[in-house]
């Protein structure tokens, strides 16, 4: 009788085990495709702002084109910012007064890699909106609006436990 309950037990906590395997197994798929997901919408996000500020008249100053993005990261819900060697000319969620004191970009992991080779994006804490942010960023020639530099779009990356 002892040995039919110790056998029951041990097949109890086996059973238990593999399926708390699974389990973390399954989060962790989750968190992968989510990060997907969110890397394709800015991927997505990027060429439609892209093509927006190419196909836009030039800005009578900076204020007007700061403006104009900051409206554009209002209505997509997705920050928006161009640099230009490494300057921060405008960003949609800091106000055009405060862009001079943001710091130097080039060493941004995605705005580096956007330079040496076209795209770029990396996942991090944003220090300016206090939450982890997927950063993607592509190099751009001088096409209407848009001056020749960096255009980086981000999004707020959320955890599997917030998706479902």
Sequence with gaps: ???????????????????????????????????????????????????????????????????????????????????VQGRVLADSDVRFEDLERLDDHSGRPEVAEAEDAGHGLDIRYSATLKKDMLYAAQKVQAAGALPAGVLRVAHELRSSDEAT
Excluded: K, T, Y
Aim: aromatic residues 14%; without cysteine.
């Design 1 to 83: 009788m002892h040995s039919f309950r110790a056998r029951i037990l041990f097949w109890g906590w086996g059973v238990l085990l593999v399926l708390l395997g699974l389990f973390a197994f399954s989060l962790s798929w989750v968190e992968r495709e989510l990060v997907i997901e969110a890397e394709q919408r800015a991927s997505r996000h990027l060429e439609s702002v892209r093509w927006l500020l190419s196909d836009h008249p030039a800005f009578a100053d900076p204020a007007h084109f700061e403006a104009w993005v900051q409206a554009l990261g209002a209505r997509s819900g997705v920050r928006v910012s161009v640099i």
